[in-house]
């Protein structure tokens, strides 16, 4: 970590905050709706930089930054904790953050309590869950209380177990017309957005044809309101795993391990640190300094 001051920032003109209501307009208007992920501030700086207009705080978390196999291990100390850092380093987009899991499927009472600390503890301006209509009251409940909540539909991450694995959702008309449903019923449960993640692309445009409410796909097609990727997935920093929908629009891991091999090979040949990473002392200061120590004068 550089323990240097931070330099002045480059003067950029300030982006207007996003809000939910933009997420309705870009729809009605037919403009894409563009998310990304971040769990941290330097991340969260770079992507409200780049004029994105949400970032998620996912609790895919759990996996691209914390190593573990799938979301479920993912606690609410673990969300707040990075929901606060990407809140300090993005001011424009429009913040969600994810209510891992256990945080909301025991009781309703749970779910507000627990959606009210991203907001009260954490700057986020939304929350994320999973589920459909088994998940409408906890909506209903949740935005009651004035916390706008975006839905996640497909493959649900948290419900791994049940999925049988991370694979595709809803290729069967009896189980595309259940994710139809469960749309609709988070649509009237007042959610102001809903991911789609791993279905059908048809399917996916169909719904988004007939929700109100924008869509934000993820491996769901061309046809949604919006697009939404893990950010470590689409840097490349993360190659564990990568999904068939995700793309790559970096290799950060292989220059991560590039520049770390640089840093040893200099370290271990003695050309790091140069003198221009070095700290100076005037000549008279070190003279005086051997005088103090040894009594004499050494060049
Ligand atoms: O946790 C997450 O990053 C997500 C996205 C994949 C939508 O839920």
Redesign the pocket.
Known sequence: MSTQAPKTKSKEAARAKVTVRDFRQKKKDGQPITML?AYDYPTALAVDRAGIDAI?V????GMVVLGYPN?LPVTMEDMLHHCRAVARGANAPLLIG?LPFMSYQVSVEQAVANAGRFLQEAGMDAV?LEGGRERAEAVRQIVAAGIPVMG?LGLT?QSVNTLGGFRPQARTSSAAKRLIEDALALEKAGAFSL?L?SVPARLAEWISQKLSIPTIG?GAGVGCDGQ?L?THDLLGLFDRFVPKFVKQYASLHSVMAEAFAAFKAEVEERSFPGEEHSVAIKEEQWQALLKDLNGKTKS
């Open positions: 992920t998620l996912g609790d895919s978390l979301t994810d994320k996640h991450p991911v993640e993820i939404v893990v």
